[in-house]
């Protein structure tokens, strides 16, 4: 009898953006592929807003396991996907896509995930009961950030936007534990709080730094920036002067990547002082 050998399948996935060529995301996956010895590739997918329904329906006769979404996609995708968990329902967003075995899409959001693996990465010590969360921003990332610090038990979430109508349609949508506030409020929001989070584009590069004094906020409270372009914003190095712990954005970018690697790839990777420089060397 003639054996024939059968290699494992290849699994193909990727990261629909627009623009792409930033996104470190083919680093990361790329890494965990040949860490694990897996067959596979995951690719960077140019996809212009108006042509995403026909990418997304596209997957499925292309052989793509499935993919991720970046800006400005993880919204309207909500419109293309068969199947949404509670999670990307709540959250009103999708990151990461699963094609089912009929063809059809399943959608999550592992912002969330992402979000608070990097806090405990960062900051092992850091508590959920440990003091108000004040958020900055009103944005698709501030939306994951207080769905993870709601999940994760944070009874106090105070909301500033500089829009105040945007902050308090998103408090009006979570409900308790979020209390919006206006953006002028952002100073003396910090008092008696655990943990600030800036989900805004300031301190991005390019940027201007993000206007708030820090004076009032108690000196064991968390600081955290969800910016990674620089890796050190302006926030994280005043923080970090006066002695707060502070944890920055690749964290979230690294973690968040790893339940959507399981669902294509059939493997929980974990992230590791290698990958961290190995994503650090691309900046």
Known sequence: MISI????????????GWPIS???????????????????????????????SEALNGLSALGFAGCNLTLPHKIDALACIHQLDDVARQIGA???????????????NTDAFGYIYSLREA?????????????LGAG????????????????????????????????????????????????HAL??????????????????????????LPLH???SDIVYTPLQTDLLLRAAARGHPVANGLGMLLHQARPGFQA???????VTPTLWQKVLATF
Do not use: C
């Open 5 to 16: 050998h059968t290699s494992p399948p290849f699994t193909l996935a990727g990261v629909m």
């Open 140 to 187: 698709g990332a501030a939306r994951a950030v207080v769905w993870a610090l709601a999940d994760a038990g944070v009874k106090e979430i105070r909301l500033l936007n500089r829009s105040l109508d945007k902050a308090q349609a998103l408090a009006t949508e979570f409900g308790a534990p979020v209390t919006a506030l206006s953006w002028d409020e952002r100073h």
């Open 191 to 216: 008092a008696d709080a655990g943990l600030l989070v800036n989900t805004t584009t300031q301190g991005m590069q390019g940027q201007p730094a993000l206007d708030i004094d820090l004076s009032a």
């Open 264 to 270: 294509w790839f059939g493997v929980m990777p974990e």
């Open 123 to 135: 900051q092992p010590a850091w508590r959920a009961d440990q003091g108000a969360a004040v958020v």
């Open 221 to 223: 409270a968390l600081v």
């Open 22 to 52: 930033h996104s470190r995301s083919p680093v990361i996956h790329g890494h965990w592929l040949a860490e694990l010895g897996l067959r596979g590739a995951y690719v960077p997918l140019a996809v212009n807003p108006s042509r995403l």
């Open 94 to 108: 999708v990151n990461t896509v699963v094609v089912n075995a009929d063809g059809s899409l399943r959608g999550t």
